[in-house]
């Protein structure tokens, strides 16, 4: 069966720190990957996406995710965090028309 | 509207009662989704409405789940003889038919005691 998994479930960093979660799916197909965040309090919001074409793509708020194929990953990375992203960040597959979604990464970010 | 919206935001009801959970999705768009988050899980895909195509009811976990949409306005997911176990947030998103991004209302607290 189709999975994601994040392999962070708790993360915790000082502001300025750089931030890397980890993705993984099982998919063998195309695949379109997003990562959603959620602050407290708030809806999901779209961080940023991947269709085609390079494989390192830009989100909102200074994130970024690369899609590695061969490793079936597509992992957020951001070179230093603030205290507003404190959130949940959740990793997704959109296969067929569903989405499937990861267990969610809780990010604290300390001043 | 301007986002897509769900109510109530909180629900709390006793074990073996039949809830209604509804959905507005942003006006024109053509899919509707339901999700399950329980607590300190992932999001788990429930049911895909598209246009007037038979929905995807692939993900409903029982028979006691079911959900109707009318055209392509609101959706509402009930969830008959209530369970301890169904106690979630019950997230539902929107978009167009071919656009991949999945636009999310606020989601339904359904405490089951």
């Known amino acids: 069966a189709q999975s994601v998994s994040q392999h962070n479930h708790h993360v915790i960093l000082s502001e300025a720190a750089s931030l890397e979660l980890g993705c993984n799916y099982s998919y063998g197909g195309t695949v379109n990957l997003f990562w959603y965040v959620q602050y407290p309090g708030q809806h999901l919001q779209l961080l940023l996406k991947y269709f085609s074409g390079d494989p390192l793509v830009k989100g909102i708020k200074g994130f970024e995710a690369e899609f590695i194929k061969s490793k079936f990953s597509f992992n957020l990375r951001k070179p230093s965090v603030q205290w507003s992203d404190t959130a949940e960040y959740f990793c997704?597959?959109?296969?067929?028309?569903?989405?499937?979604f990861g267990t969610g990464t809780r990010l604290q970010v300390f001043p | 509207g301007a986002g897509v919206s769900q109510s109530p935001s909180n629900k709390v009801t006793e074990k073996g009662k039949d809830v209604e959970l509804r959905c507005d999705p942003i006006?024109?768009?053509?899919?509707l989704y339901w999700y399950r988050q329980r607590l300190g899980q992932g999001l788990e895909f429930l049911i895909y409405f598209q246009g007037n195509s038979a929905p995807d009811k692939s993900g409903l976990p029982s028979d006691r789940f079911s959900a109707e949409r009318t055209g392509e306005s609101v959706s509402t997911l009930t969830i008959q003889r209530t369970q301890q176990e169904d106690s979630a947030v019950y997230l539902c998103?929107?978009?167009?038919?071919?656009?991949?991004?999945?636009?999310f209302g606020p989601g339904t607290r359904l405490t089951v005691l």
């Open positions: 006006s024109g768009h053509t899919a």
């Open positions: 997704a597959v959109k296969i067929t028309d569903k989405l499937i």
């Open positions: 998103a929107s978009n167009w038919a071919g656009l991949n991004e999945q636009f």
